[in-house]
């Protein structure tokens, strides 16, 4: 090799190094031994409950949303609320729960720790979280030292170490920490699983999820609310920042962390631009919004491989003017389904061909033959109920019926994990001009022989 050859390959790794370095990626970090003393979690059981007792941290826009849900499902008691916004906490323990003719939770609102001496009671199952991002962790990891369940809003965690860190102590205290990814109980997403159950695709070799979702006006939450803290992940990081929604369907549909699991990612941003447009046109000179710096690209696009050699195409984009879709695209060697809007083909005989897509009407006789049996018990209940057309109550509804039945959950530490770091994993390719990464191995080596999800038969 040349001199300048070698120095330019010698620049390029240490510059890889580095990124990953600043990131928290190191071989340590992708692949760990189980701790001493710790056991899998994998389809973890618990004895049945007569009465699921939940307690919830944060009741703010998904918060609430969450407290008005459950309490209209049998076998759940509101034992207690925090919230460090008092107004909010004062909005969900007085107006929220007692509008649904329950008594009065307790209230916890003395600062963001006071979830702490929440979580010193000995009548608490199951802890709910729907903090901001930077909170999920610590607030789940103290959940579980104080022997209760976890439920937390996507994503799980933005850091590998923090990824280790969740499952670490969900294997040492045998309790579950389950990330809410309310999409994998859509009504199309069920049915998309019931087919691939079904054989209707044939062998999957591709995926395409997304999550495109113009959320600009966030920014004018200034004091309270999403926008508040959210605003400021697109001003320090740069890669696919909210990547579950569109993921954990595709990543169910290919039974990763049950029989496949990801490999290794790919990730591109383009320029950011957006949200400073957005400032200068919404915010007058001097306003702190204008003088934000945003790293983030305004669209991301990351392509990950599968250990049995699959792909999926993962979008994110929460800045640009174009109407939402999740994209839920799947391909097989029968045919194919999209979303956004809902569309199927298929090939009769192999080798035929399939030319036009089956959209309206011409896709009843996959739902007829294919609906999920959770939506089919379920489906009209969750529709009078709401949350994201009903997904947001069936999850809640799953999450009670699994509890009180004595079943493992739907989705696990592992699946919250593995879906949740190709956020840190994104900014580290983006910061290393798209090269590959590794995915850790939350299963440690237990995706090849666990069984797929089957939630249906449990149904």
């Avoid at 720790?113 to 607030?139: G, N, Q």
């Amino acid at each position: 090799m040349k001199r300048r050859d070698f120095l330019i390959a010698a620049g390029a790794t240490g510059a890889g190094l580095a990124a990953s370095s600043v990131l928290g990626m190191t071989p340590t970090t992708l692949q760990r031994s189980r701790p001493k003393g710790n056991k899998s979690v994998a389809g973890l059981v618990v004895p049945p409950m007569e009465k699921v007792r939940v307690a919830f941290i944060g009741v703010g826009a998904r918060g609430s949303g969450h407290v008005s849900q459950l309490c209209n499902i049998d076998g759940v008691e509101v034992i207690a609320i925090c919230d460090n916004h008092l107004p909010t906490l004062e909005r969900a323990v007085n107006g929220v729960v007692k509008n649904h003719n329950r008594p009065a939770p307790l209230a916890f609102g003395k600062g963001k720790d006071d979830y702490k001496r929440m979580l010193e009671r000995k009548d608490i199952d199951v802890v709910f979280i729907a903090t901001p991002w930077e909170e999920h962790v610590r607030m789940s990891v103290d959940a579980m030292e104080a022997g209760k369940h976890v439920c937390v809003e996507v994503p799980i965690a933005y850091t590998v170490e923090d990824c280790w860190k969740l499952v670490d102590t969900a294997e040492r205290t045998q309790r579950n920490c389950m990330m809410m990814e309310n999409v994998c109980y859509g009504r199309e997403e069920l049915l998309v699983l019931n087919m691939v159950r079904n054989g209707v695709f044939g062998d999957l070799i591709h995926g395409e999820a997304a999550y495109i979702h113009d959320l600009r006006s966030q920014m004018n939450e200034i004091e309270h609310g999403t926008g508040s803290w959210r605003t400021y992940h697109y001003v320090k990081r740069n890669g696919n920042l909210y990547p579950t929604h569109g993921l954990g369907p595709v990543a169910q549909y290919m039974d990763i962390n049950r029989g496949d699991a990801f490999d290794y990612m790919v990730s591109i941003g383009s320029m950011p631009i957006s949200r400073e447009l957005y400032a200068k046109a919404k915010y007058p000179e001097g306003h702190e919004r204008r003088s934000l710096k945003f790293k983030c690209g305004d669209i991301n696009t990351s392509v990950i491989k599968t250990k049995k050699g699959r792909t999926i195409m993962v979008q994110w984009d929460e800045q640009l003017p174009r109407p939402y879709t999740r994209h839920n695209f799947l391909q097989g060697t029968k045919g194919a389904w999209g979303g956004y809007p809902d569309r199927a083909t298929f090939e009769a005989h192999v080798g035929d061909g399939a030319e036009e897509w089956k959209e309206g009407a011409g896709l009843k006789e996959f739902y007829d033959g294919n609906e999920h049996p959770l939506f089919k018990r379920m489906g009209e209940e969750a529709k009078k109920n709401g949350g994201h057309g009903g997904m947001d109550f069936l999850m809640l509804w799953r999450i009670i019926y699994c509890y009180r039945n004595g079943l493992p959950l739907d989705q696990d530490v592992y699946d919250g994990c593995a879906w949740s770091v190709v956020g840190p994993l994104s900014e580290a390719s983006v910061a290393n001009r798209g090269r590959s990464m590794d995915f850790p191995d939350f299963t440690r080596g237990e995706w090849m022989t666990r069984a797929p999800l089957d939630n249906m038969k449990n149904a």
